[in-house]
C-alpha cells in the first residue's frame, strides 16, 4: 500500500503544503520555523471536518 505524503501546516496562516516542508509559506511568507505537521495541527487545535455545501445547492434551498 501507497503511503502518503506528509502535510505541513503554517501556524502563521493555515496553509497545507503536501509533501515537503518549504523554507518559506507560498501564501504568506512566514519561514519553515512556523510549520508544524498536519498530526501536530489536528492534536493542538483539535480540527474537525465541516461540510461544504456547492453554491447550486444553496440556490435551489431559496
Same mark, same amino acid.
Do not use: W
Given at each position: 500500500?501507497?503511503?502518503? %505524503?506528509?502535510?505541513?501546516?503554517?501556524?502563521?496562516?493555515?496553509?497545507?503544503? *503536501?509533501? +515537503?516542508?518549504?523554507?518559506?509559506? =507560498?501564501?504568506?511568507? %512566514?519561514?519553515?520555523?512556523?510549520?508544524?505537521?498536519?498530526?501536530?495541527?489536528? *492534536?493542538? +487545535?483539535?480540527?474537525?471536518?465541516? =461540510?461544504?455545501?456547492?453554491?447550486?445547492?444553496?440556490?435551489?434551498?431559496?
Amino acid at each position: 500500500m501507497k503511503s502518503l %505524503a506528509e502535510q505541513y501546516v503554517c501556524t502563521v496562516c493555515g496553509y497545507n503544503m *503536501a509533501g +515537503y516542508l518549504p523554507d518559506n509559506c =507560498p501564501f504568506c511568507g %512566514a519561514t519553515k520555523d512556523r510549520f508544524i505537521t498536519s498530526q501536530e495541527c489536528s *492534536a493542538r +487545535y483539535g480540527v474537525v471536518e465541516t =461540510p461544504v455545501f456547492h453554491i447550486c445547492q444553496v440556490n435551489n434551498e431559496a
